[in-house]
Every structure is written in C-alpha cells, then in structure tokens.
C-alpha cells in the first residue's frame, strides 16, 4: 500500500477515539472530489447553508476555514450528523488554538456529559500527531435515517480529502 494522502480519526459522542485511518484520494470519486471543488471555489473557504444539488439539498453544512485549519458541521433536515476539523500541518499554532477551541465547544454539549467515560471527553483529540488529518465527530442522531447518515459520511470522506489534500 502506498502512503495515505490524508488521516481520519473518527470519535463517538462520549469523546472515545473510535479509530484511525489512513486514505488516499485516489479511493474517492472523481464526481465528488469535482463537486466539493466546485463548491469551494465558489464559497471559499466560509459556506453555510443546503448543499447546492437538488437531491442534496436537506443535508446542510457549515464550514470555516484559514491558515490550513476548518471547521466542518453537518447536519439533516436540522438534524446535527458530525462535527470535524480538517488540520494540514501547515500552521501548528493556528491549529493547536482551534483545536482547543472545537474540543471545549464538544465538552460543553449536555448530551456528552450523558455518555462520558473516565477520560476528559476528546482528550485523544490532542494526541493525533498525523498530518494532513480529518478529526470527526459523530452526534449519532437517532432522527437522522440510516441512509441519509452514510450519505453524510461519504460525502464527508470528499470534502475532508478536497480540504486536506489539494488533488
């Protein structure tokens, strides 16, 4: 196998890495990869709102982003989906002061205090050391149906690898 483009690190709602993984972008779509191009380069690196496809359209998504790190949220019909953060290794500082940022926003959730485990929730955010790499959230919504969910999660696979990878 060669080397990974980019990392994913993938955490459950109690702040427990669930796992890691290497991808490569060649794995992925070339229609996606052209359709989160698309989007941003139109949007830049700030959107917020329905994704722009008919079909697509009841799936929203918020995204922030400077100096090689951003901000991802997904959700359905309102519904919250996943949270991530795309780091490139370019600006260590940056990333470090919006790493902290996204972890204590996730620790201030009511629902993660419900599932918490002995560990500060999150703490192995701080310890992925890999780079490029896409740290997600998963809100496990039970309103959100199965399909709509594996919808998000490829589509967030894509805007993760456009984000961190420059293909």
């Known amino acids: 196998m060669t080397d990974p483009d980019y990392h994913v690190a993938v955490f459950g709602l109690g702040g427990t890495l669930i796992g890691t993984r290497g991808r490569s972008a060649s794995e992925l779509s070339p229609r996606w990869m052209d359709f989160w191009r698309e989007v941003l380069g139109t949007s830049g690196p700030v959107f917020r709102g329905p994704l722009p496809m008919p079909p697509l359209s009841h799936?929203?998504?918020?995204?922030?982003?400077?100096?090689?790190?951003?901000?991802?949220?997904?959700s359905v019909r309102g519904q919250p989906v996943s949270s991530g953060i795309a780091l490139t290794g370019q600006e260590p500082a940056a990333e470090a002061e919006v790493l902290k940022m996204f972890?204590?926003?996730?620790?201030?959730?009511?629902?993660?205090?419900?599932?918490?485990?002995?560990?500060?929730?999150?703490?192995?955010?701080?310890?992925?050391?890999?780079?490029?790499?896409?740290?997600?959230?998963?809100?496990?919504?039970?309103?959100?149906?199965?399909?709509?969910?594996?919808?998000?999660?490829?589509?967030?696979?894509?805007?993760?690898?456009?984000?961190?990878?420059n293909p």
């Open 103 to 165: 972890v204590d926003s996730l620790r201030r959730v009511r629902t993660v205090h419900a599932v918490v485990g002995d560990e500060p929730p999150f703490e192995a955010m701080f310890h992925q050391v890999q780079r490029p790499l896409y740290i997600v959230m998963i809100w496990g919504n039970l309103a959100v149906d199965e399909e709509d969910d594996k919808l998000v999660t490829e589509l967030e696979n894509h805007l993760a690898a456009a984000l961190l990878c």
């Open 59 to 74: 799936i929203e998504l918020r995204l922030t982003g400077s100096d090689g790190v951003a901000l991802t949220s997904f």
